[in-house]
Nanobody, 121 residues
Framework: QVQLMESGGGLVQPGGSLTLSCVVS????????MGWYRQAPGKQRELVTT???????NYADAVKGRFTISRDNTKRTVYLQMNSLKPEDTAVYYC???????????????WGQGTQVAVSS
C-alpha cells in the first residue's frame, strides 16, 4: 500500500508563514513528479505547484514569489514553504505524487488526505 501523509497545516495571520510536508511510504519502486494542490470551500481543486524528480518547478500565478516547493528524494518527502500568506490562500492542501509501486510497470497518481490551512486575523 502507498500512503501520502501531510503535516504542517494550521491557522496563521495574514503575512505569516507555514511549511507543509508530505511523506510518501509503502512499497515504492520510484516516484516521478510531486506537487501540491488546494481546494477552497465551494471551489474546485486547483494546482498550486509541482516539482520533477530533477527539481524543475512550476507555480500557479497566484502563489509565484510567495511559495516554494522542494523535495528530498532520499526521504521521499515534498515540502511547501508558504510565505506572505493571504486570506485567499485558505484551503485544504493536498499532496500529489506519481508513484510506481514495486511489481508495477507504470506510475499512477496518488493523493494525501489533505491538511487545512487557514489564513485569518
Amino acid at each position: 500500500q502507498v500512503q501520502l501523509m501531510e503535516s504542517g497545516g494550521g491557522l496563521v495571520q495574514p503575512g505569516g508563514s507555514l511549511t507543509l510536508s508530505c511523506v510518501v511510504s509503502g512499497n515504492i519502486f520510484s516516484i516521478n513528479g510531486m506537487g501540491w494542490y488546494r481546494q477552497a470551500p465551494g471551489k474546485q481543486r486547483e494546482l498550486v505547484t509541482t516539482i520533477t524528480t530533477e527539481g524543475m518547478t512550476n507555480y500557479a500565478d497566484a502563489v509565484k514569489g510567495r511559495f516554494t516547493i522542494s523535495r528530498d528524494n532520499t526521504k521521499r518527502t515534498v515540502y511547501l514553504q508558504m510565505n506572505s500568506l493571504k486570506p485567499e490562500d485558505t484551503a485544504v492542501y493536498y499532496c500529489h505524487a506519481e508513484i510506481r509501486v514495486t511489481g508495477s510497470w507504470f506510475h499512477h497518481d496518488y493523493w494525501g488526505q489533505g491538511t487545512q490551512v487557514a489564513v485569518s486575523s
